[in-house]
Every structure is written in C-alpha cells, then in structure tokens.
C-alpha cells in the first residue's frame, strides 16, 4: 500500500542508527548515520525542494555533491588556474566537517518555511543510537543521511566570497585567485605567498562562526614549481609542474615558452591503495580458478582506470600492469612449482591481438575470460562544468550532451545530440534552449529506410519541413498536387517519423 507524503508541523523523527566504516587507507573510522526508511524518503522529498534554489546561489567552484559536477571539474578548474604560472597552494581539509555544523548557524541559514525548517531541526537534533545506547546530536548533520551534503554545501556556501574579500586591491591580483571546493576539502590558489596567509587566517576565522576549524595534519602551503616539495595532492591526484626544456615545455596563449609543464598524475597515494587492494584480491584467490580472480580483478582494474583515464596517467597505467603480472606470475609458480616456465606461461597467458602476455581462464561453461589492461585505456581530457551551470537551469541541450541523460529529454535525442556535437545537420546551427527539433529519418520509412540510429538525425523543425518536402518522404502525388493549387491550408502531410519537441516527448 503506498500513502502520499506529507510534510506536517507534528512530525516524529526518530534517531539515526550509528555505523561505523573504515576510512581507506587509514586505521580510522568513519561515522555514518543512516535514518530510518520513513526518514530517508522524506528527506529526498525536502531535497528536491530546496535544492533547485541552492543550485541557482551555489558558488561556480563548488564542486562536491552537486547534480552534473564531480571530481574531474575541480581538477581541471585547478589546471586552468595554474596552467601558465606557478602559483602558491594553500590545500586544507575541513576536520570533521560533517559532525561539527553548528545547528543554529545552518538553519538560520537555510531561507525557508518554518515547517521544513522545524523538519530538519528534528533531523538535526534526532539523536543517534550506537550499540544500543541513545546519545544527543548538538552539532553536525549526520553522514548518511540523503540531505546531508546538500546541509553541509549550504554551511560552506560564501568560503569562495570570504576569500576573494581579501583581494580586492587590483582587478589582476582578483583574476588570479582561485578557490576550488570538494565538499570539505578546499584549495585556494594564488601568485603570493602573503595572500595565501593572510586568506588563510580570515578562512579560519569564517569556519569557526560555522563551528568548524581547518585539520593541521592535513593542511599545508606550497608551491606548484619551486621549494623544497612542489605541488599537492587533491582528490587523489598529484598536481605539480616540472622544469624542463623548450620542447616539453608548455606554452601561453601566444605560443610563448613557459619553461615548465604542469602535469596531474595519479598521487603516490591512490597507486598504494590500489596495489594494497589487488595484492589482497590475488592473495584470497590464491586457490581459486583463474577465472573467478579475473572477474574478481576487473571491477578493480575497470573503475581505477576510468577514475584517472583523464590526466597524464599513461606511464602509471604501465607501471601497474607490470605490477599486477609480477603478482600473477609468482601465484602461477607457487601453484604449479615444478613446471617450467614455457608451460606456466602456455597455462595462463596467451596470445591477443598485438599483445602476447594476456591473462586468461575458462569458466564453467567453457567461455574464454581476459584480465583488463590498464595500458589500452585510451586517455580522454575531461571538459570542465560551464561556470554557475547546473542541471536544474534549463539548459537541455548542454546538459542532454554533457550528462547523456534527461528527465525530459528521450535517450534517442540525447545520443543524436552527442553524434552531431549539438548541432543540426540540415543547417550546421547549434541547437539552442528554446529551438524545437524533430528527429528525421535520412533516407524516409516511405522509401526503404530503416528505424535504425544509422538512419536517424536531428533537425530544427523548419529543416525538418524543408528536408522532407524534397526526400520524397511527402504522400507522393498527393503532395504535390496540393502544393500546386491556391489552396495551402487545405493542405495534409504524412510524417512517416517520429517527432520530439523540446521537452523531449515523442510523439508517432
């Protein structure tokens, strides 16, 4: 039975329960309170409320949990910055950002009714039960809960306004600061090293209005180029330039020399938590078929890969393949201790394409499995978010292309709009907000066509019109004896096609 949802001022919120997680690569535990069914649907309810307005105030390098924004936008905002000129870092972490929010500070923050605001009070303040035992909630949203993210992106809205105050002597000293925020982690960028300490102490004076502080051991200031240890690590990447010489060195706009590049590599790191989790896979399969460790390593292999495909990974890629074949061929000798190592080698690795130490194993039903290559990722540039854009502005075209998916806008449209880059292929315009498009088929249904992707584009309706009055994909003789007479209103069209306005509903 399904009830509707209603959001009244008596409502009853019951405590979180308390789970504790491991943090990756760290013997500390991470705190997650997880509300109760009940809550979680409600608390997505009061999300899609709030959020399209948050989302319309949000600063444009805020990054973390945030609809069509991710960890590649913060990088490649960060690249941007620093990409024609070393630059001076300040890379802080918020220390416990999630459980030390001051409650009185957020809600009077949050601009809304007073019943949705009695609501995440009560959220606020629910309490949480750990092994049995009920304990107080003075401070913090709780990690776990739906709306939590979207609270603590609220606390730290104004951190990129606070900053830039401290630069307001000259336009160029303002164009030069950048500040990048993921959730709690922040970096803010700047040519001088007094401007970066001087917006770090009113940073920290700002963050204890919220009644949170910056975590020592994780914060520090440092230099993309020179000092002792350049460059940073930043949502487990390494950003740093190097010196070298003029024919690996990048270039400024006007094809000037720089004398260095800027490079951002995957961190030492994330390559350490990585080879820990596959020395771990290989070690709990040291019996098992070949073809259950592959399966078991792909996932792996799959989701690192694509994480760090963006940036100069190519060389690390290389280097943890030769890591991961050292792994599988000492398991293989330990397996099979008295054979030689032309049928080891025969037993586990064949011949594919150009590569002829290709990982294998059979499953039960005799299919032939492979070990995933990290070195045939291709590396692909990611293109950072517009500005201020976000999926809740309207702008269907950019997002459809950039995200591949819409609520309002069909699949079929949206992989159109990716193949012809957002344009028309009738007239070579842009698809702009507001234009309405119809797909067509190239060669009509009429006439032979099929309803193949092959087959289809995506027009503006007037091309449309003007397409299929010369395809043939009219009635015929009909057709043209109506165009013939004096009489153009009278006249009907057969559309063999589907037509997709812009809200995206398709229509026979």
């Not at 070690?283 to 100069?312: C, M, V």
Request: proline share 4%; hydrophobic share 35%; charged share 30%.
């Amino acid at each position: 039975m399904v009830r509707s949802m209603k959001i009244t001022g008596d409502m009853k919120v019951k405590p979180t329960r308390r789970v504790w997680i491991p943090k990756p690569g760290r013997n500390e535990k991470r705190p997650l309170g997880i509300p109760t069914i009940h809550d979680r649907a409600l608390q997505g309810v009061v999300k899609m409320a709030l959020e399209p307005e948050w989302e319309a105030t949000f600063e444009p390098n805020s990054y973390g949990f945030r609809p069509g924004r991710g960890c590649h936008d913060a990088i490649q905002a960060i690249f941007n910055s620093i990409k024609h000129s070393p630059k001076w870092v300040l890379d802080a972490d918020i220390a416990k950002c999630f459980d030390k929010i001051n409650h009185q500070y957020l809600l009077n923050k949050l601009n809304t009714t007073s019943r949705i605001r009695r609501i995440i009070r009560g959220w606020l303040k629910a309490g949480v039960m750990d092994r049995g035992v009920l304990q107080r909630t003075e401070a913090g949203t709780p990690q776990g809960g739906v709306i939590s993210p979207l609270l603590a992106n609220i606390a730290l809205h104004g951190l990129e306004e606070k900053a830039k105050e401290q630069v307001k002597q000259t336009i160029n000293q303002r164009s030069q600061l950048t500040i990048v925020r993921y959730a709690d982690d922040f970096v803010i960028i700047h040519p001088d090293r007094n401007t970066i300490d001087r917006i770090k102490a009113v940073v920290e004076e700002w963050l204890a209005k919220i009644g949170l502080e910056l975590k020592a051991e994780k914060t520090r200031i440092s230099h993309t180029l020179h000092e002792k240890n350049p460059g940073f690590d930043f949502l487990g990447f390494n950003i740093r330039q190097y010196e070298v010489g003029k024919h690996r060195s990048g270039k400024d706009t006007h094809g000037k020399t720089l004398g260095f590049k800027t490079l951002i590599k995957p961190s030492n790191k994330s390559i350490e938590v990585q080879k820990t989790k596959i020395r771990e896979v290989v070690k709990r399969h040291r019996a098992a078929p070949t073809a259950a460790l592959i399966n078991k390593l792909n996932p792996i292999i799959q989701g690192w890969s694509n994480y760090f495909k963006t940036e100069a990974s190519s060389k690390t890629f290389k280097d943890m393949d030769d890591y991961l074949w050292n792994l599988l061929w000492r398991r293989a000798r330990r397996r099979h201790p008295r054979k030689n190592r032309q049928w080891i080698a025969r037993k586990y690795w064949e011949t594919q394409g150009g590569n002829n130490w290709v990982f294998s194993g059979k499953t039960k039903d005799g299919t032939t499995i492979h070990l995933l290559d990290r070195s045939s990722t291709k590396i692909v540039r990611h293109v950072k978010v517009k500005g201020t854009a976000s999926p809740m502005d309207g702008n269907l075209v950019y997002w459809s292309k950039r995200l591949r998916k819409s609520p309002d806008v069909s699949t079929r449209v949206i992989n159109l709009l990716k193949r012809q880059n957002g344009k028309c292929e009738h007239c070579g315009l842009t698809f702009r907000e507001g234009d309405k498009w119809e797909v067509d088929h190239i060669q009509p249904i009429s006439l032979g066509g099929k309803d193949w992707y092959t087959n289809l584009q995506l027009l503006h309706d007037y091309c449309h019109d003007i397409k299929s009055a010369k395809d043939g994909s009219r009635t015929g003789s009909t057709w043209t004896q109506d165009i013939e007479t004096e009489e153009p209103d009278e006249v009907k069209v057969s559309r063999p096609v589907l037509k997709t306005s812009r809200e995206g509903d398709l229509l026979a």
